[in-house]
């Protein structure tokens, strides 16, 4: 059993549209289980899922999190989408972001857009530029007092604002470094160090 991010993204039918893992949306008919995820029932845009054993009521939109025996909640196992990227859903200080997983960037990057709906102020860090794939731009740096992926918060995590926008937030480093992570074929495990 390990930490299982279950997200409804829609209903078709008698079928739920579920995220598990951040992977990408999948037909999951009433009774079936998939991945330790089973669907319970369906009424409008409520959908109930067991996860680990537990029943959760989720609208479509909603996640949950489910942890597995306490020993395997400090981990996060991800799949690789068809692109060979590694996507999933988290938070930041509470609020709900999708990460692509970049051991490229040094630290957790964001755009302005997804900076400000998390209540996350450019002005208020430390100014500097960086280079990306589209250029030289200007960044501030912050601290954030959460990030939270799966099973798995860490506390006080530097991070960048940009001042452009980013298709995606980044899981950069500056997360990545605290977490042993081990990659096989399409599958990645990140183990919480400290």
Request: avoid cysteine.
């Amino acid at each position: 059993m390990f930490a299982q991010e279950v997200g409804v993204a829609g209903v078709i039918g008698s079928k739920a549209l579920l995220m598990i893992n951040g992977a990408p949306p999948q037909s999951v008919p009433v009774g079936k289980l998939i991945d330790g995820v089973k669907v319970v029932s369906i009424q409008g845009d409520l959908v109930v899922v067991e996860i680990d054993g537990r029943k959760r009521p989720l609208r479509v939109g909603q996640h949950a999190v489910g942890t597995g025996n306490a020993a395997d909640s400090e981990q996060i196992i991800l799949k690789a989408d068809g692109a060979g990227h590694f996507v999933t859903n988290g938070t930041i200080n509470g609020g709900s972001i999708r990460f692509l997983v970049d051991t490229g960037a040094s630290m957790i990057s964001l755009g302005a857009s997804d900076a400000r709906r998390l209540g996350l102020d450019f002005n208020k860090g430390q100014k500097g530029f960086a280079q990306t794939a589209n250029g030289q731009t200007m960044v501030s740096k912050v601290q954030l007092d959460s990030v939270r992926v799966a099973g798995v918060t860490l506390h006080q995590v530097d991070a960048v604002i940009h001042q452009t926008e980013l298709p995606v937030a980044l899981l950069g480093m500056s997360f990545l470094n605290r977490m042993e992570m081990q990659r096989n074929g399409n599958t990645m495990t990140l183990k919480k160090r400290y």
